[in-house]
């Protein structure tokens, strides 16, 4: 049982034994730093039930605790608050219980309880990851790790966007402009060779609607009559009837991108149980419009069209089957989420890690769901975040403007490197080594700096900013590790044994109190799905341990004791960090 669990029981248990009331909750927050306390109750919330002076019902509350309670030592009262003061044996005791626990704050599944299936990615098979994805990846992985620490069994998957008229689009290109060459052939990742054809396409058609507006055509009807879009739409066509050299070219030419993708994700340190393809789903969900014709949750129009009907939910009419009885993406997303649950039985959620564009899809998809009569339609999530943003302005896949992942996870690396050297830092470092440890800087610099955002807010991406030895960045943070690390290596004692009579000093006791906090944020931080609730507790821990690092000797103390526990303190805040980094997908460097 946490502090603040214990010491609610206690004060409800004063109320009751001073005053003869029963109250429902007890409202606790930090004790302001100009004040002698490790927790502070407020009083004023009970004042409707009490009635009184505030300060004399503190001091009455104050009283009963430290005669009642032994973790509490001393009290006192600031107009409607009680600060507490906690007994140092209390720390040293919760500390000793954590000490060896290398898994403190992490909650192991219960077989009972549902999983949970984690979508992320999500690309198109005609062009590299670029920024956006890299945010999208980073927030999925780490929901998913966050989700499995709080106790949750986890699934995490994507479905491939590897059919439609863009996808031919690509295939054309290559056909038309190419002269057969491959990955192997180029050199280059097969992703980035097909998002070069993708690009291309879009020059040829840009040159066709000009030719055809100089011949006398309007805009829109020449970017409806270009001859390069009418091919590529003839060849969708084909591709649908299954034509075997369209297919034979799908075929290849997507697996370049596969190729491609993996070594990205390798890259970014993210990875998938299960994979849907959108060309083995694009059919699902047709068996259920008829399902839900038949129950009243779809209406069929007078053209053959069936819809369903969300006014009433504040939402529009929604089209699930077009007139020509083909699917929609809804009826498509409809079929994928039914198929998931068929294929993993003991999933009982879903979480979406989509773009906020997409925000109204969901509501709708969510609820559609609900009325067909499912009942994990409840535990579904939308982790939907804002855009990433660079100073140079917006970017655009058809123009080749994007931020190709590959290139900004080396261009991070690199960015490492130029900072680190400047700092002179990597004395006796091999080259293979600095190389590994620039990855590992610019790689958490990025992650970090984009997870430290609540995932609902637009994000201004600057690779310089992120990577400071300063501040709230992950190099300041992996640094403050690598610095315990060092100071353990120095430790040229037996510091193992368990002590339980020693007197804190308040900084030990501020980084305790800091610790304790980590099971709590988890848990915080798996229910809201936000990562930075994680990034910035690991911040506040270093802000702290740095703190306690200035202000107190470590290995120079006088008493033994006092070192060997400031050792183990240390250590275990080290632990901690990597821990909470590893939910972030963030690996720490022994040595900086």
């Known amino acids: ?72 030592k001393a009290f006192n009262v600031v107009k409607g608050f009680l600060n507490i003061e906690i007994e140092d044996s209390y720390y040293i005791h919760f500390f000793n219980e954590i000490n060896t626990n290398n898994q403190f704050g992490f909650v192991n599944p219960t077989t009972n309880e549902k999983a949970i299936m984690v979508e992320y990615s999500s690309p198109n098979t005609n062009k590299p990851l670029h920024l956006g994805h890299v945010r999208n990846n980073l927030l999925g992985y780490s929901v998913a790790e966050i989700l499995k620490a709080s106790g949750k069994k986890v699934y995490k998957t994507q479905i491939i966007n590897d059919r439609g008229i863009h996808i031919c689009k690509s295939m054309l290109a290559w056909k038309r402009f190419g002269n057969s060459e491959t990955p192997e052939s180029t050199g280059l990742k097969g992703d980035k060779l097909v998002g070069n054809y993708y690009v291309k396409f879009d020059q040829e058609y840009k040159k066709e609607i000009q030719l055809l507006i100089s011949n006398g055509k309007t805009e829109d009807e020449a970017k409806k009559q270009a001859p390069i879009l009418l091919e590529a739409q003839n060849m969708l066509l084909k591709w649908e009837a299954g034509d075997e050299e369209t297919v034979a070219l799908w075929k290849k030419m997507n697996q ?19 994979l849907y393809y959108e060309s083995n789903t694009y059919l699902l969900g047709k068996e259920f419009v008829a399902e839900g014709l038949k129950s009243g949750v779809f209406v069929k129009e007078e053209d053959g069209s069936v819809w369903c009907d969300l006014t009433e939910d504040g939402l529009d009419k929604k089209i699930v089957q077009r007139a020509d009885g083909t699917a929609v993406y809804m009826t498509q997303d409809i079929g994928t989420a039914i198929q998931r649950i068929k294929d993993f039985p003991d999933v009982g959620g879903m979480v979406y890690t989509v773009g906020n564009e997409q925000d109204y899809h969901f509501k709708v998809l969510f609820l559609i769901l609900k009325k067909l009569g499912f009942d994990w339609a409840k535990n579904l999530y939308h982790l939907s975040y804002g855009m990433v943003d660079l100073p140079s302005g917006k970017m655009k896949s058809r123009e080749g403007t994007v931020v ?12 490492a490197g130029e900072i680190s050297e400047e700092l002179g830092k990597l004395d006796g470092y091999s080259e293979d080594e600095k190389q590994e440890l620039y990855k590992t800087i610019g790689l958490g610099a990025l992650k970090y700096f984009i997870l430290k955002v609540d995932p609902k807010k637009r994000i201004l991406f600057d690779p310089k900013e992120s990577i400071d030895f300063q501040g709230n960045t992950g190099p300041f943070i992996q640094y403050t590790y690598a610095r315990i690390q060092s100071i353990i290596r120095k430790a040229d004692f037996d510091y193992s044994k368990t002590l339980t009579d020693i007197t804190l000093n308040e900084k030990e006791k501020e980084l305790l109190k800091q610790l304790q906090l980590f099971p709590e944020v988890i848990q915080n931080a798996a229910e809201m799905h936000s990562p930075a609730l994680i990034a910035n507790y690991t911040y506040d821990l270093v802000k702290e341990f740095n703190s306690f690092y200035q202000n107190v000797s470590i290995l120079g103390a006088d008493d033994l004791n006092d070192k060997i526990f400031r050792v183990q303190l240390s250590k275990k805040v080290a632990l901690t960090i990597k821990n909470a980094f590893k939910l972030l997908g963030i690996n720490v460097p022994e040595r900086m």
């Open 1 to 72: 049982m946490s502090l603040q669990e214990t010491l609610s029981i206690q004060v409800k248990q004063a109320v009751q034994s001073t005053f003869s009331i029963s109250i429902d909750t007890v409202e606790f927050q930090a004790t302001r730093k100009e004040f002698a306390g490790d927790i502070t109750v407020v009083i004023f919330p009970m004042l409707r039930f009490i009635k009184g002076n505030p300060v004399q019902i503190g001091n009455d509350i104050g009283n009963y605790l430290v005669d009642n309670v032994d973790e509490v």
């Open 256 to 274: 370049w991108v596969y190729d491609g993708f993996d070594i990205t994700y390798k890259n970014l340190g993210v990875d998938f149980d299960a």
């Open 404 to 415: 190709d992942a590959d290139d900004l996870i080396d261009e991070m690396a690199s960015t």
